[in-house]
């Protein structure tokens, strides 16, 4: 029975009007919507590689998180495998290694993340100002190559110019002076990745700032102008409010990288006498689960290391939301 | 018809993701009998150069299709590891069977027994001493891998000889004579090698053991070993928590500190070895066996050089205390395990190959191709240099060949010993090195008491007091502001904190002092073929 005042259509039963669609109803929302996916079916279609790759190496190997609660034998595989819940885990958290390098991943993550996070930024903003054109567009791609790099490439052009015997050192000691052994010093190695890692990221990360900065309206500039505003303000008081909404996105994705402190990198410049401050969540599990076979305990790093992150980024984006900042959701 | 179009790619995808979860292909059975075999070998090879012509005549010769696969060593492990867990297992693997890798497999079903290939070709089986056999016995009774037991001229310091004679240096017995050694060498230069000269070079850039065990021995320190403690000697304990080695530490230390070692020790992944071949550095750490190879290296870099090589295998430490190579009883390298990929087929045919490498395939496998790899001079054959050999006929390559004999038998050993020319070690080297190993072994001095590594404790934990021990020597001796007495003290703790005493109680349940004395002391007899 139709409730007074309430618009019922015909052919839509009484539930439609809270919410529920009858079936006939039902059938037309999904013509309605597939007619919609066909008009932009390009689009669609280039999206299709993308959510095959994640379904693919995403989510399918999922249902290999199984390993960490199981004694997984190739052998007997997923189903054959004995079950022993959350044994893994408890034998992680009491190894000695895992908290080093469960402190160190944060750490140097941390590092990476407010040390490297203005830097884009201020990058950006500073490329803005330039009026030269093809200075600017040099710089650009001078700054952005080194991201194409990977780190068996980058990592080891670095230990060959800082490292014992490299140009740096060597140059230094031609005018008298001694560097320290950067590369074997645990006190210097944090620094060194996060250096490196700035030198190789900034230019490609200043990219999408410059596209949000391209995106403010000139006429609030024009107006700035007009109102006697200098660069600087210009700068503090119309780019940087308008890349907020950006700089709240990447900040979000940043946290939810915060377990991931760069296996690459670390892999490549590491060594054993820097293992206590360099050592790293990826390159333990490297190390247990290829190189030791212990690929149950290496599954409980993965997905503990997983979990975190998914956990970090729920809470940043429910923070900013909070605080009014745009958010990913 | 729309919906159609729609459904289809739909479809496609939907096979396309279930083909990937297609479950790998099972093993076959091992009833399966098959004429033509192929056994899959996977081997380890820094060098190895698929193009040769050792393979073709190991085939000729035994009848069986071989298929090797050589991995890099610091590759090898993650290697096999990623194809036995991927269910893509070769016939052959090499395997060290007193890791925890092995008794995994072991407990997975992966390796099968290899009992009744050892009573069907009895020469295999009477390769190694009986004892052998009994020693790698699986907790079911059976055996699961052909052993690989050490060699008799073990890793020492090889150096140039005529680098010291213009100097006008006795050769250093001692730390202190070694160490002005290499100081004079820094400082006067007597190769002329200019900047790119290095005094002191490990053979492995990479391996704290093979850059610091001569110095750390002589300061009473075996790196890594287990050795009877100090306070009582009926208990065993990890060498490296011993204060001596500090001491050893220190000197190395120094000795890096004074641009007397290569400076890119532990950053550099490369063989340190090839700066020697290049005739850029006065010592290296290395094997006397090779001693031919390198020296033509070096001579072919320096034609004018007069280059001559040599080997010191003990130096007096400043307490007195000789160092020398360390001897583990009944030491097992690399092992030869067969998985269960091998069918009865391929496991006979893997069998038929080994045997034959032991009979009629003896000569091949140890001295190579008349005229091509060696000479019979007095009717003993001397072998041709490497680089002679790469010149006239690179496919004859030895370092080829050596990949394929992997499972040299204490006869091997034996032969190396009665015609030490045939490995062009002069009678006067191996008399030395075997002095040493000799004198070594009666003093009961550079022992490794562990023996039997069979426990899960020891399986699971060992490797994290390793990797500690390692950390920790690397980080005192690259770093020369270290407090070296506070970062030893939190070494300790660490070791502690990783089972140290769990595992020192399991070793010592295991190894008996007295037992492991006795079969040390019959490693330099003569009748019995364990080195």
């Known amino acids: ?329 | 018809m729309k919906r159609a179009k729609l459904c289809l790619p739909l479809i496609i995808v939907s096979l396309v993701l279930l083909s990937a979860c297609a479950p790998a292909p099972a093993a076959t059975t091992q009833e399966e009998m098959a004429e033509d075999v192929t056994v899959v070998y996977l081997g380890i090879g820094d060098s190895w150069v698929s193009d040769n012509e050792w393979v073709g005549l190991i085939e000729e010769g035994s009848g069986v299709d071989m298929d090797y696969q050589f991995v890099p060593s610091p590759e090898y492990d993650e290697k096999r590891n990623v194809l036995m867990a991927a269910g893509d297992y070769p016939d052959v693997i090499r395997i060290n069977p007193t890791t925890r890798q092995f008794k995994q497999y072991l407990n997975d079903g992966l390796l099968i027994p290899i009992d009744e290939y050892l009573d069907k070709y009895p020469t295999v089986r009477d390769a190694f001493p009986a004892e052998v056999w009994e020693n790698n016995r699986q907790a079911d009774g059976m055996i699961y891998h052909i052993p690989r037991l050490t060699g008799n001229l073990p890793r020492c310091l090889h150096y140039r000889t005529d680098w010291l004679e213009k100097l006008g240096m006795d050769e250093p017995t001692t730390l202190a004579e070694f160490r002005t050694f290499l100081e004079r060498v820094r400082d006067e230069d007597p190769g002329n090698i200019g900047d790119p000269l290095i005094p002191f070079v490990p053979n492995r850039l990479d391996n704290v053991t093979w850059s610091m065990e001569h110095f750390l021995g002589a300061h009473g320190v075996d790196h890594l070993a287990w050795v009877p403690s100090p306070d009582n000697p009926d208990q065993l304990v990890f060498a490296n928590t011993l204060p001596a080695l500090k001491d050893g530490l220190q000197w190395v230390r120094e000795l890096f500190a004074d641009g007397l070692m290569d400076p890119t020790f532990m950053v550099a992944t490369d063989r340190g070895l090839f700066k020697f071949y290049a005739g850029n550095t006065a010592v290296t750490s290395d094997w006397p066996r090779f001693q031919h190879f390198r020296l033509e290296a070096i001579r072919n870099a320096h034609p004018d050089a007069n280059a001559d090589t040599g080997y010191i295998c003990s130096l007096t430490g400043p307490t007195g205390i000789a160092s020398g190579p360390m001897v583990v009883p009944n030491a097992q390298s690399t092992g030869t395990a067969l998985t269960i990929a091998a069918t009865a087929a391929e496991a006979d045919a893997f069998f038929r190959v080994v045997n034959w490498q032991y009979t009629e395939g003896w000569e091949l496998m140890t001295v190579g191709v008349e005229g091509i790899t060696y000479d019979l001079v007095d009717g003993v054959p001397v072998t041709r240099g490497r680089d002679a050999i790469l010149n006239d006929n690179p496919q004859y390559d030895l370092y080829s060949r050596d990949y394929l004999f992997k499972n040299e038998p204490p006869a091997y050993f034996d032969y190396q010993r009665d015609n030490v020319k045939w490995i062009d070690v002069s009678d006067e080297m191996m008399g030395y090195v075997q002095g040493v190993l000799k004198e070594a072994l009666e003093e009961k001095r550079h022992i490794n008491y562990l023996v039997d590594r069979d426990d899960e404790t020891i399986l699971n934990d060992l490797g994290a007091l390793h990797s500690l021990a390692n950390e920790f020597a690397a980080r005192v001796v690259l770093n020369p502001d270290l407090d070296i007495d506070a970062e030893f003290e939190s070494f300790l703790a660490a070791l502690e904190a990783n089972n140290l005493a769990g595992v020192t109680e399991a070793v010592n349940a295991l190894n008996d002092i007295e037992t492991i004395n006795a079969m040390a002391a019959a490693i330099m007899s003569p009748d019995d073929g364990l080195e």
């Open chain 1, 1 to 329: 029975m139709a409730t007074a005042g309430t618009d019922v259509q015909p052919g839509v039963s009484e539930s439609s009007t809270t919410g529920h669609l009858g079936p006939d109803s039902r059938r037309r929302h999904l013509r309605r919507e597939l007619g919609r996916a066909w008009k932009y079916r390009e689009l669609y279609l280039l999206l299709l590689p993308a959510i095959l790759f994640f379904v693919i190496f995403r989510y399918i190997p999922m249902g290999g998180l199984v390993m960490g609660f199981q004694n997984y034998s190739p052998v007997r595989g997923f189903l054959g495998s004995p079950w022993v819940g959350f044994q893994h885990f408890e034998t992680l958290f009491a190894l000695p290694k895992f908290l080093e390098v469960f402190r160190n991943t944060v750490i140097i993550s941390l590092y990476k993340l407010f040390i490297g996070f203005p830097v884009p930024i201020i990058f950006a903003l500073l490329l803005n100002e330039v009026r030269h054109l093809l200075f600017k567009r040099a710089i650009q791609t001078v700054t952005y190559f080194p991201h194409f790099l990977s780190w068996v490439v980058y990592g080891g052009i670095m230990v060959l110019f800082i490292g014992p015997g490299g140009a740096v050192p060597e140059g230094l000691e031609a005018i008298g002076l001694k560097m320290p052994a950067l590369l074997v010093n645990p006190k210097y190695f944090r620094t060194i990745l996060v250096i490196t890692n700035i030198m190789k990221e900034f230019g490609w990360a200043a990219i999408v700032y410059l596209a949000a900065i391209a995106s403010i309206d000139p006429s609030i500039y024009e107006a700035a102008m007009v109102d006697g505003a200098n660069r600087l303000q210009q700068a503090r008081y119309i780019t940087l409010p308008g890349l907020r909404g950006i700089m709240g996105i990447v900040f979000i994705l940043s946290m939810g990288n915060i377990l991931e402190a760069g296996f690459e990198q670390v892999f490549v410049m590491y060594n054993p006498a820097v293992y206590a401050v360099g050592d790293i969540l990826d390159t333990y599990i490297y190390r247990i689960g290829l190189v030791d076979g212990r690929f149950s305990l290496a599954t409980a790093v993965g997905l503990f290391r997983s979990v975190i992150a998914a956990i970090m980024i729920v809470m940043t984006n429910y923070i900013l939301k909070r605080a009014d900042q745009p958010t990913l959701w």
